[in-house]
């Protein structure tokens, strides 16, 4: 009898678990019905003219040339709403580029020239390159944020990796809103204020806690990264410096960029 019991009480506490599941599943995968929600969602932020002018700019990294230009026009759909422009580009790196995970091996190498000319993604640098390279080429104000990851702290300064973990976003203006947008994965970070330093987690392998902001600017050899040794260095020294911080993680939404409705 107390045998069946238990088996009984093991699936109701089964059964209870899979529907939270399923609820944080679907809040977490799924979109929101109409664009203008996704809007209304955003963070709000008074984006300055000469701060504007700034991030419309390419840097050393970033640039286009005339046959990169023509060849975007020709193959990227102009939308005059950057989300969905974001979506444009994004579906188009997807469909037009091979893949070939590198592990930031040419961090502060490779430009959006390179990865224009191969048709070829190596890691999630390259993703933000490309993204925020024809952003700006159709005047959308963004920046490139380059993150560690919060878990890896933990595990760096424990010792029990040796390994290095980190992700690039670009964060996104117009108007009066903003919002961050992870290039890899495609998904959206709702909320989000541009001088918040953590950012949770858009896929827990990556790094089940989040990730913290390292560096800004309009591509790595903006703002002093040139190679993988140089990324590295900076990451020991955050780990180093949050060590005995407890970094807490704001709640933003993430949905994917693809399961938004785009009504016009």
Known sequence: MQKKIMLRLIGLIASVVIIIGLIIGVKWFTGFEDLSVVEDKMGR???HDERKMDYIANGNQTKLDDENIELINKEVHYDSNPVVLVKNIFDWKNREFNKSHKKGSFVGERTTKDIINERLITGCHDDALIVSSILRHFEVPCVVVDTV?????SDFNDKSTEDFNGHVFVEIYYDDKCFLFDPTLGKVILGYNPDQQAIPTTFWLMDKKGFYVLHKGL??????????????????????????????????????????????
Do not use: H, R
Not at 236 to 254: G, H, T
């Open 219 to 264: 591509d790595p050899d903006n703002y002093g990264i040139t190679s993988l040794k140089d990324l590295c260095i900076s990451m020991k020294m955050a780990a180093l410096e949050l060590k005995d911080i407890i970094v807490e993680i704001p709640s933003n939404d993430v949905i994917s960029i693809n399961q938004i409705v785009f009504s016009k």
């Open 149 to 153: 990851g919060i878990q890896w702290v």
């Open 45 to 47: 932020y008074e984006l």
